[in-house]
């Protein structure tokens, strides 16, 4: 992990950067809503999302993926140090954030709502936790971490790479913030959850604020009977 | 789960005292201001206090409330405190333009007048640092709230699932 700061210009840059070339592509998901795809080759989830959402209207606060999506990697480890693959997860529903433990706000709002799903689903469901701050979030930290959460919980971190590389893929970014507080930096990062199903392709992924009862009802319609 | 009509009235009661001792010193300080004497500091009330279950004690918990102000002029909190934690920061978590989120300390959360400020997950909150003991569910902690102009109004938050 790199520990020089990162400059507040910087990160400025790359995130105004990083919205030009959404709004260029024409692929921003809140575009997606009422604009007309561009169509063109994509690769990301959220551009992916975006074309299908604009050929059928979603509602509100979920994107779905092409049915034949598979999910993309998550070759990272575990929260035992264990080498770990999403295909192990073969047969169940996964649910999939990226955040970091030392989120006091969003994240632990964001678990609250994945322990609904866990606990209302009826069939066992899985959570995947990957950290944005592999720093501070070693294996050891997600294993006290993940003590306070359902045994459904995975706790997922690597080399910085690694995760960099694991979070492009499936269309999270983030960046470390450097703050006055007394807590420490802080990591800025994209919030959606993943539901991946059982046959481990990506189904759909649901803003910040998304309340169990509509990640819930997309569960049950990718469950076979 | 959030906090019963009843329990709401017993606080109320419990800082009607102070209220009303800081809408004397307020009304003093007007007689010798410029300032509007509007600002009353027994306009301001809280609502829905709630604490999230801290993981541990090495991660920061969080606080969310409402203040509401029924005075005449806008207020602000600037700070807070708690014997539960060795420092209470405001912090706002806000979305940029690429969709992440993002959360930073705050000096001051704008109370506007007639209105309500709310602290809520995803937006403002306070967050307690260096806790003392973990957050658990079906505890309570005090809090102390600072305003720019009200006189502080400690509330006793219940800490429940969020």
Redesign the interface.
């Known amino acids: 992990m790199n520990r020089t700061p990162i400059p507040l210009k910087l990160v400025a840059a790359?995130?105004?950067g990083?919205?030009a070339g959404?709004l260029t592509a024409g692929c921003s998901?809140r575009q997606a809503a009422d604009a007309a795809p561009t169509g063109g080759p994509t690769s990301s989830p959220a551009a992916a999302a975006a074309s299908a959402s604009a050929s059928s209207p979603a509602p509100a606060g979920r994107f779905d993926y092409p049915a034949a999506a598979p999910a993309p990697r998550l070759d990272l480890v575990d929260q035992d140090g264990r080498p770990f693959e999403l295909a192990s997860l073969s047969g169940t529903p996964v649910l999939v954030y990226f955040g970091y433990?030392?989120?006091?706000?969003?994240c632990?709002?964001t678990v609250?709502v994945l322990n609904q799903v866990i606990g209302r689903a009826g069939i066992p469901v899985r959570a995947i936790i990957v950290t944005v701050d592999p720093e501070r979030d070693t294996p050891a930290a997600l294993k006290?971490?993940l003590?306070?959460l359902p045994p459904a919980y995975i706790g997922l971190t690597g080399a910085a790479t690694a995760i960099r590389t694991a979070a492009d893929a499936w269309g999270v970014?983030?960046?470390r913030?450097d703050?006055?507080?007394?807590?420490g930096y802080?990591m800025?990062?994209?919030?959606e959850v993943y539901l991946v199903d059982a046959a481990g392709r990506l189904r759909a992924h649901y803003p910040?604020?998304t309340e169990a009862p509509a990640i819930l009802a997309d569960l049950a319609r990718f469950t076979p009977r | 789960m959030f906090r019963t009509r009843s329990q709401r009235t017993a606080v109320g009661i419990r800082h009607a005292g102070a209220a009303a001792l800081a809408i004397v010193l307020v009304t003093l300080l007007a007689a010798c201001s410029s300032a509007s004497p509007s600002a009353a500091a027994g306009g301001l009330e809280i609502k829905e206090a709630w604490a999230r279950p801290s993981m541990g004690m090495d991660r920061a918990g969080a606080v969310y409330l409402e203040i509401h102000n029924e005075g005449g002029g806008e207020d602000a909190l600037i700070g807070a405190s708690s014997p539960a934690a060795e420092t209470a920061e405001l912090h706002e978590t806000s979305e940029g333009a690429s969709g992440m989120m993002a959360m930073k300390p705050v000096s001051r959360i704008p109370v506007p007048a007639g209105d309500h400020a709310k602290l809520e997950p995803g937006g403002f909150h306070i967050m307690l640092i260096g806790l003392k003991a973990p957050l658990e569910v079906g505890s309570t902690i005090e809090i102390t709230l600072r305003f720019e102009k009200a006189a502080p109004i400690t509330v006793t938050v219940p800490v429940k699932a969020g």
């Not at chain 1, 433990?101 to 969003?106: A, E, I, L």
């Not at chain 1, 800025?188 to 919030?191: D, G, L, Q, S």
């Open positions: 790359l995130a105004l990083l919205a959404l998901l433990t030392h989120c006091p706000d969003v632990p709002a609250g006290e971490y003590v306070y970014t983030y960046a913030i703050t006055s507080s007394a807590s802080a800025a990062h994209t919030a910040f604020g």
